[in-house]
């Protein structure tokens, strides 16, 4: 047995592994009734994330950069609300939220999928880098704009990655936020998804005592659009890379699926899941003082993005 398939079949605790698709881990699921926001639902693992919570029966709030683009996404399902969420626009992403809201409907789950990745040169917009702002400012403040209308058992879902891991050292760097002293694309992502992991838990300890529940997810390395500012070749091995290694679209986006809906997961919280399972994150995830520093610090930004 070759060294791929045994990690492809690997499974833990869950009973669902590396390589479990969205649809293994909601066979059986009837989702009818419930409300799940997907932010990105125009490509990647957004795209398959909402073709599969579709067809077990939930409504789809579909999120993308523009109204059009949502539209045509959710196109394929029916009653789904097609909604515009430019998350490096602070308006934008009021405007989203207002629009939730009047729309009075209980949220069962908040699917805070968009991201980019790597961009080659440091960008800046509102002052902010432009990963950290688009991946987790826009993300901050969708969710809690939207935490009133959470529905009792709601749970936020925030894409993490593995990548978090590649942050600056001290995790978060609160003293050069936006890159200035000088820029890493990978070091930038990382802290964009180090922000989402320290978000999602300091979340949790904020919904304790609810039924409510937030955590974050790393989906594990599959060929997407996310590859964009990647080098060109880099981006040709990409899709042969996947073929022999990475994961599909459908088995990258079951971890999220499964946290979201899987009824083996209500009442977790405050937790980082890879491959359908309770995983690992780097000591700096863990740190409830950083955590809590970037809660402030984020509030801060937002207050100023006016
Ligand atoms: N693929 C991987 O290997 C991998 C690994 C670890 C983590 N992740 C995470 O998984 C999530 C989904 O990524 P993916 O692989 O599915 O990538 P993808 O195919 O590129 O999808 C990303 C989605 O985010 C949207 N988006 C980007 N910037 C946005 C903005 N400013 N406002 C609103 N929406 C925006 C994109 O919209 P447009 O199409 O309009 O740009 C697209 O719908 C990301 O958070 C990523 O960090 C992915």
Redesign the pocket.
């Given at each position: 047995m070759s060294l791929v398939s045994l990690i492809k079949g690997r499974r833990g605790a869950s009973g669902f592994g590396y390589a479990s698709t969205a649809e293994e881990v909601t066979a059986g699921l009837d989702l009818r009734g419930k409300n799940i926001l997907i932010?990105?639902?125009?490509?990647?693992?957004?795209?398959e994330s909402a073709r599969v919570l579709a067809m077990r029966g939930a409504r789809i709030l579909g999120?993308?950069?523009s109204k059009e683009?949502a539209s045509e996404a959710c196109r394929a399902f029916a009653d789904a609300v097609p909604l515009a969420?430019?998350?490096?626009?602070p308006a934008s992403v009021r405007a989203c939220v207002d629009e939730v809201r009047a729309l009075g409907l209980g949220i069962d789950v908040l699917l805070c999928?968009?991201?980019?990745?790597a961009l080659p040169a440091r960008t800046l917009h509102h002052g902010q880098e432009m990963q950290f702002l688009?991946?987790h400012i826009?993300h901050f403040m969708l969710v809690t704009g939207l935490l009133g209308s959470l529905s009792e058992h709601g749970r936020v879902v925030i894409?993490?990655?593995?990548?978090h891991a590649w942050a600056p050292p001290g995790g978060i760097q609160f003293d050069d936020l936006s890159f200035e002293r000088g820029y890493s694309a990978n070091r930038a992502y990382g802290q964009s998804?180090l922000a989402?992991l320290l978000f999602a838990r300091a979340l949790s300890r904020r919904l304790q005592g609810t039924s409510q529940t937030a955590n974050a997810v790393?989906?594990?390395?599959?060929?997407?659009?996310?590859?964009?500012h990647m080098p060109l070749g880099m981006r040709i091995l990409m899709p042969v890379a996947n073929v022999i290694a990475?994961k599909s679209v459908h088995e990258?986006a079951a971890t999220q699926c499964y946290v979201a809906v899987n009824p083996a997961v209500s009442g977790v919280t405050g937790e980082y899941f890879a491959d359908c399972n309770v995983a690992k994150s780097s000591a700096a995830s863990r740190d409830e003082a950083l955590g809590e520093r970037l809660w402030t610090v984020t509030e801060e930004i937002v207050r100023g993005l006016g």
């Open positions: 932010t990105g639902v125009n490509s990647g693992l957004g795209e999120a993308a950069r683009k969420c430019e998350l490096s626009e999928n968009a991201g980019i990745m688009t991946n826009g894409l993490s990655s593995g990548a998804k989402n790393h989906p594990g390395v599959i060929a997407t659009n996310l590859a964009r990475l990258g």
